[in-house]
């Protein structure tokens, strides 16, 4: 998971896109509709999951970007644990 890839994506993205993009990588394997950064497609849809849920956080909750990430990450810990 690369913090920089999710901030632009977050920045330049919309949700829409953003689910447009999740879907076209589970169901396609690939990700032509906009640049994400990463390894293979795998980390690609961790970013694009990962902005997902920040920008929603940001929309909706009316959290700054750092605060939306530290939730996220903090989910994803206790998820592995």
């Not at 977050?10 to 990700?31: F, G, H, K, T």
């Amino acid at each position: 998971m690369k913090i920089p890839v999710i901030k632009n994506l977050v920045e330049n993205a919309s949700i829409d896109q953003l689910m447009a993009v999740e879907e076209e990588i589970v169901e396609r394997e690939c990700c032509t509709l906009i640049e994400v950064g990463g390894d293979d497609v795998g980390e690609q849809l961790t970013h694009v999951l990962a902005a997902i849920y920040i920008k929603d956080q940001m929309d909706k909750e009316g959290k700054d970007f750092k605060t939306a990430l530290r939730e996220y990450t903090k989910k994803v810990r206790e998820s592995i644990s």
